[in-house]
């Protein structure tokens, strides 16, 4: 007779879901401690939404559904191969679980599916709850528990087959199910992700300073980006993924054959110059069923202009002094910085200009800052 635990297993993979484990449903203690010294400690500030009582819950399936007795750990793999190398002008990066559909919608629909469908197959009622990364579970500590990864020194868990491109989802239950093992890799020596962090967020093995995380900056803040971290954010205008892009588990990685999460076209190394033009309605239009509305219209033109500003081509100069006269002071704030970084003599035409017109306090010392910086290249 097929178990109930190949019973799940085989009804996950045959909805998708590339890795399936199990663990029980006790509290993640060490995770729950961690979590609590890192929100004390303000290395999860800027995430408001993140707090003591939300970590309590998250890492003690017990009190997320009553009568809870184990988790499924599921894991659906987002790796579809290389990004696009078309197009020209300067381009930017979107981080790779955001090249194809929202996994949120995608995969919220198969749990509840694989939810229903469970009843049915094991022939008794089963109560659930479901998780996808929005809600109050952690997903890392249960996947590792149940044997789906183990936590990599970025915090992300690496998958055997999929490394860390894998989105986590979780099935809280009453169903008594037994216990996978966790596996018992670890990243022995390595230390290539904390080296190649540019802003240094890796503040040490599996310690992650929320604030400086360029994944943060570019898709979770909402305010002004820190003049100290613009220029360490590169191209990146959402999300980063340079410490898996440099993780060795990474280079073998099985890619995803899930048609949901293979890229759209120009979303892995857009084009900037167009994604800055995009009025609201244009960017509603692209983003549409895309993780990257997350970032709001304004947050994402804010962050192509520091990417602009980093790439320092004079060619975004009429785009950028189009921003500068956006309705958003934030935009016009970020515009101005990167006119500044550019430099030449159009760019020091359109921030005289601008500094001419009213403008917000914070925008007006922006421009000022901006044309100050560039006199004292000039000088130099
Ligand atoms: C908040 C959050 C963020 C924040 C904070 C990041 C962070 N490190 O937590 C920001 C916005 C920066 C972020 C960024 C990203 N995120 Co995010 N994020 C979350 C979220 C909602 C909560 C994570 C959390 O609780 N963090 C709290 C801290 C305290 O936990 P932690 O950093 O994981 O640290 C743990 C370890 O230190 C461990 N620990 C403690 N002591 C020890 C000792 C040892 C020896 C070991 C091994 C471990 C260990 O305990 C801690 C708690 O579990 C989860 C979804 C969810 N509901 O769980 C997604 C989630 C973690 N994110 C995810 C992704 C994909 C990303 C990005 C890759 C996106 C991108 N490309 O831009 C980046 C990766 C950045 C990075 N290096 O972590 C995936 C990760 C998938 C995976 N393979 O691990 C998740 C699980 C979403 C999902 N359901 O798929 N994210
Ligand atoms: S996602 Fe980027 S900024 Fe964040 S920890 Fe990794 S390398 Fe650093
Ligand atoms: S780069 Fe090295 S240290 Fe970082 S997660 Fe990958 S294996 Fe671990």
Redo the contacts with the bound molecule.
């Keep these: 007779m097929t178990s109930r635990e190949n019973i799940v297993r085989g009804y996950a993979t045959g909805l998708g879901f590339d890795l399936v484990g199990i663990t029980t449903a006790e509290p993640f203690l060490r995770d729950e401690q961690a979590a609590l010294e890192r929100v004390q400690a303000g290395l999860m500030d800027g995430l408001g939404w993140y707090t003591e009582e939300r970590v309590r819950r998250a890492n003690r399936p017990e009190v997320l559904l009553e009568g809870a007795q184990s988790v499924i750990s599921l894991a659906l793999s987002y790796n579809s191969g290389p990004p696009d190398a078309d197009g020209s002008g300067p381009k930017g990066k979107i981080a790779r679980y955001a090249w194809g559909d929202d996994y949120h919608d995608v995969i919220k629909k198969r749990l509840r599916q694989f939810c229903e469908g469970l009843e049915a197959r094991l022939g008794e009622p089963v109560r659930t709850r479901i998780f996808v990364d929005d809600g109050p579970m952690n997903d890392r500590a249960a996947a590792e528990r149940a044997g789906v990864g183990w936590f990599?020194?970025?915090t992300?868990i690496?998958t055997p087959s999929h490394g860390s491109w894998v989105f986590l989802a979780q099935v809280v239950t009453d169903l008594k199910l037994s216990p996978d093992e966790p596996l018992k890799k670890t990243?022995g020596s390595?230390?290539?992700?904390i080296d190649a962090c540019p802003t240094g967020a890796i503040v040490g093995p599996y310690v992650i300073d929320n604030r400086k995380c360029i994944s943060f900056l570019t898709i979770e803040l909402r305010g002004p980006i820190p003049k100290d971290l613009r220029p360490l954010i590169g191209d990146w205008v959402f999300g980063c993924d340079i410490?898996q892009d440099?993780?060795?588990?990474n280079r073998k990685a099985t890619q995803t054959l899930e048609p949901a999460f293979q890229q759209r076209h120009d979303f892995s190394a857009p084009e900037l110059i167009p994604l800055l033009e995009l009025d609201e309605e244009g960017f509603r239009e692209r983003f549409r069923n895309s993780a990257i509305k997350r970032a709001k219209h304004v947050g994402l033109q804010r962050n192509v202009c520091v990417a602009l500003g980093n790439i320092g081509d004079a060619i975004a100069v009429p785009a950028l002094a189009k921003a500068l006269e956006s309705d958003s002071p934030l935009v016009r704030d970020h515009a101005a910085w990167a006119l500044g970084r550019i430099g030449g003599a159009e760019a020091v035409q359109t921030l005289r200009s601008a500094s001419l017109k009213p403008q917000e306090e914070d925008v007006q010392e922006e421009i000022l800052d901006a044309l100050r910086h560039l006199a004292a290249e000039v000088q130099a």
């Design positions: 990599g020194k970025n992300n690496l990243c390595c230390v290539l992700c410490c440099v993780c060795p588990v």
